[in-house]
């Protein structure tokens, strides 16, 4: 079966460069697709420096250095660096991610296949490139920049999670993935996602730290794929552990999964008592034992 491809097929609208007059002078279209490809061309100098230094060490009169203008032409197009920065995102991990909802809507094969696909999506447009090192900053920086690790949740976190739910659900409905939490399962799903961004865009990238080779993006996507859907196939049972909160949420009209319960504690033993604990306990009853009015003490005295 022919699967739709998840690679662009031309770049984004507002980055592609429009043809140039053929009767217009040799510098004026010469000038009109070097104007035309600026946007695309800071977008890839802010990417690469907001991935080698961090959010708050990146300047911009350093983005507008290395796409080879002025700072003044940079503010032509962004208003500061938060509106530089979502840019990138929007057109880096926004744009695809809206595609791969749009093929996850309308693809006509199975969950597993949809799966394969969009994992392997990810790694082309995204974990084999720089890109992939943006989940790495926003984890480091977001303390520091609330407002861009919010943005950052809104529009690639939830709606991507969301994505990627969706793809395991439809594996359950069709009985072809076991009843599970797909939320769940899509935080599994994209856990390597963040292990391959981070390797490429640290170690792998330190001189003389580790060989690039350590962790192989494709192959341990495709090993995570194998046991992904041998996890949730039909046939494999829930762990000891798996709990209530760990099921999916019970339709109308169909009996809720019963939980498996995890084994019991036994009570625990009181403490043995001790020579300075028994006689503690026999000071404090001759205590009480005086105070008691109308007994005789020891010596006979009321």
Known sequence: MAMPDLLPSAPPANLAAKPADDDAPHDARRWTRRKDARPAELLAAALALFVERGYANTRLEDVAARAGVSKGT?????????????????????????????VVAHFPGTA??????????????????????????????????????????????????????????????SGEFRPVNAMHAAHLLTAPFLLIGSWRT?????????????IDGPAVLDLHLDMLKRGLAPGAAPGAGVTAAHAPAARKGTVPNKPVL??????KKAPPRTRRSKAKTASSTAGRTRKQPGLKTSKGKK
Do not use: C
Request: charged share 20%; no cysteine.
């Open 202 to 214: 640290s170690m792998a990238d330190a001189s003389n730290t580790a060989d690039p080779r350590f």
């Open 74 to 102: 940079l503010y032509l197009y962004y208003a500061n660096k938060e509106d530089l920065f979502k840019a990138v995102v929007r057109t880096g991990l926004v744009s695809p991610l809206l595609e791969a909802r749009e």
């Open 112 to 173: 597993g296949e949809l799966l394969g696909l969009v994992v392997h999506g990810w790694w082309a447009r995204i974990g084999n490139t720089a890109l992939s090192g943006i989940p790495k900053l926003i984890m480091a920086e977001a303390r520091n920049f609330p407002e861009i690790a919010r943005f950052y949740f809104e529009e690639v976190i939830q709606p991507g999670q969301a994505t990627m739910a969706a793809v395991i659900q439809r594996g359950i409905d």
């Open 262 to 267: 995890a084994a019991t504690t036994a009570p």
